[in-house]
T-cell receptor
Framework: GENVEQHPSTLSVQEGDSAVIKCTYS??????FPWYKQELGKRPQLIID?????GEKKDQRIAVTLNKTAKHFSLHITETQPEDSAVYFC??????????FGAGTRLTVKP | DVKVTQSSRYLVKRTGEKVFLECVQD?????MFWYRQDPGLGLRLIYF???????EKGDIPEGYSVSREKKERFSLILESASTNQTSMYLC?????????????FGPGTRLTVL
């Protein structure tokens, strides 16, 4: 089955700086790579996703890149704000039925 | 707007008790999932279901069972609760089998087993 590793486990940046979180996966059949944000005491919510036929996707300050050859994908947040502080989870899977999540990255944005 | 609800936010049970966690979604989703969330381990899949009365084991099914008698409801059962099952349990649902779709999560149930 799929195995997802996520790094770093904690990340602290100054407001306005960029943050990058990286994930690797093991199953070359995986074709769907979502990222979830979980604020303290709340449920995980999808912030961006990418499918295997695309190498990069952007949504305002958030971007995700995918390298299928190397089996890794990354989340990039630019111009970070205090409200970006949360735990971020990457996930990988094939057609959503076998999604596996990374261990999470706790991002702290210092004002 | 998709709504996924879970029967309890907080639950305290004793070792050996039978525990039922219920999840309901209101968007006619085919797929439903149960995860547990532990610090440093992320979200680990316990069971999932892609249709009524269908279930598939995830990564950590031991000590758990599930029931899906109706499309909108997916129950997680701890037959005999143990202290190592103290955790946050998250339910999720997604649209359809065979598609890459967003999973929508419930608010979670924090279970403590004494």
């Amino acid at each position: 089955g799929e195995n997802v590793e996520q790094h770093p486990s904690t990340l602290s940046v100054q407001e306005g700086d960029s943050a990058v979180i990286k994930c690797t996966y093991s199953d070359s059949a995986s074709n769907y790579f979502p990222w979830y944000k979980q604020e303290l005491g709340k449920r995980p919510q999808l912030i961006i996703d990418i499918r295997s036929n695309v190498g990069e996707k952007k949504d305002q300050r958030i971007a995700v890149t995918l390298n299928k050859t190397a089996k890794h994908f990354s989340l990039h947040i630019t111009e970070t704000q205090p409200e970006d502080s949360a735990v971020y989870f990457c996930a990988a899977g094939y057609n959503n039925n076998d999604m596996r999540f990374g261990a999470g990255t706790r991002l702290t944005v210092k004002p | 707007d998709v709504k996924v609800t879970q029967s309890s936010r907080y639950l305290v049970k004793r070792t050996g008790e039978k525990v039922f966690l219920e999840c309901v979604q209101d968007m006619d989703h085919e797929n439903m999932f149960w995860y547990r969330q532990d610090p440093g381990l992320g979200l680990r899949l316990i069971y999932f279901s892609y249709d009524v009365k269908m279930k598939e084991k995830g990564d950590i099914p031991e000590g758990y069972s599930v029931s899906r008698e109706k499309k909108e409801r997916f129950s997680l059962i701890l037959e005999s609760a143990s202290t190592n099952q103290t955790s946050m349990y998250l339910c999720a649902s997604s649209l359809g089998r065979g598609r890459s779709d967003t999973q929508y999560f419930g608010p979670g149930t924090r279970l403590t087993v004494l």
